[in-house]
């Protein structure tokens, strides 16, 4: 069973930053791809970014330019969150897939508030 473990989540005002982390128990490079998703009260869950084995990056068309994925390292994957709104509220998945696989974290809480 994977494990993906998110940290980093918190309050912060209008304009600020967040990085987000995810500790995966096996290497990313294992998935076909690991990225984040997030799901606001009362909406569905929706694609942030992800990023492919060979690198290639899919952003939301709401956070590209604000929002950047790292590979830190084998095991983990970060977000760098940016000039941050507070329509970026929601709670935030760290996902992995492999195949038609999807593996989920708990999530952690994000909230864009003055």
């Known amino acids: 069973q994977v494990q993906l473990v998110e940290s980093g989540g918190g309050l912060v005002q209008p304009g600020g930053s967040l990085r987000l982390s995810c500790a995966t128990s096996?290497?990313?490079?294992?998935?076909?791809?690991v990225g984040w998703y997030r799901q606001a009260p009362g909406k569905q869950r929706e694609l942030v970014v992800t990023?492919?084995?060979?690198?290639?990056t899919d952003y939301a068309d709401s956070v590209e330019g604000r929002f950047t994925i790292f590979r830190d390292n084998s095991n983990t994957v970060s977000l760098q969150m940016n000039s941050l709104k507070p329509e970026d509220t929601a709670v935030y998945y760290c996902?992995?897939?492999?195949?038609?696989?999807?593996?989920w974290g708990q999530g952690t809480q994000v909230t864009v508030s003055s």
């Open positions: 996902n992995a897939r492999l195949l038609r696989t999807n593996n």
């Open positions: 096996e290497s990313i490079f294992n998935f076909n791809a």
């Open positions: 990023i492919n084995v060979g690198g290639r």
